[in-house]
């Protein structure tokens, strides 16, 4: 609907003035401002309260595919940044990263050693499997005191590996929630295994540190 202009709003707030006053009471040019006033005020509150629907609109469209945007970027990014399985072109340093990431990561809320132990198993070398007594062993392993920080902790940073031949030994340092630190070595040996052929595979997880108790002995 077509918007009266301003002149002629006026003069409908005019008239219906001289109407309560008298016809043949003019407004002054104080009530003439006061109209003007009015008016205008009127006018921005009718266009405001028209574009707040709109603004609110866009701006609910726009958080949505902000949040859209940041899942699948996510997603994308924990798929790719996290390997499922050994593969040849993993480095020592990345198959110790995807099990210590691994570890926390299927854990879950609240830990469950099983669940991430079973994340992380392709990883373990043949004989890792068999010094602890296969998942079961490894599980055991992984829930002891000296050994949990792998599995609960709040970040983690992985060091340059220092590679001889086919053994390769990757620092690792985590941190849990109190900010207590706890350090680790991993031992890896590039083998040779049914689906996987030159894999760096984790043959040992020693706790720096660690008492006789907190190791299980």
């Not at 020592?92 to 990431?101: F, H, L, R």
Request: charged share 25%; with cysteine.
């Amino acid at each position: 609907m077509k918007t009266p202009e301003n002149g002629e709003l006026r003069h409908r707030l005019y008239r219906s003035l001289s109407g309560a006053f008298g016809r043949r009471n003019v407004p002054s040019v104080q009530m003439r401002r006061a109209a003007g006033l009015g008016v205008e005020a009127a006018r921005k509150r009718e266009r405001s309260t028209t574009a707040l629907p709109t603004s609110l609109g866009l701006m609910t469209v726009a958080v949505a595919v902000l949040l859209l945007g940041c899942q699948t970027f996510a997603g994308q990014f924990g798929a790719t940044m996290r390997p499922a399985g050994p593969d040849p072109e993993l480095a020592p340093e990345a198959v110790a990263e995807a099990v210590v990431d691994g570890l926390e990561s299927a854990a879950g809320v609240p830990k469950d050693v099983e669940r991430a132990v079973a994340a992380v198993y392709p990883f373990l070398s043949p004989f890792f499997r068999e010094a602890h007594g296969g998942r079961d062993g490894a599980t055991e392993f992984f829930a002891r005191s000296a050994n949990f920080p792998l599995i609960e902790h709040a970040e983690y940073q992985v060091f340059s590996p220092s590679i001889r031949e086919r053994m390769a030994v990757v620092p690792v340092r985590v941190v849990d929630r109190y900010e207590t630190p706890a350090s680790f070595v991993f031992v890896l040996t590039r083998q040779s295994v049914e689906g996987c052929d030159g894999c760096w595979l984790v043959d040992a997880i020693r706790r720096e540190g660690a008492t006789d108790a907190q190791l299980g002995r």
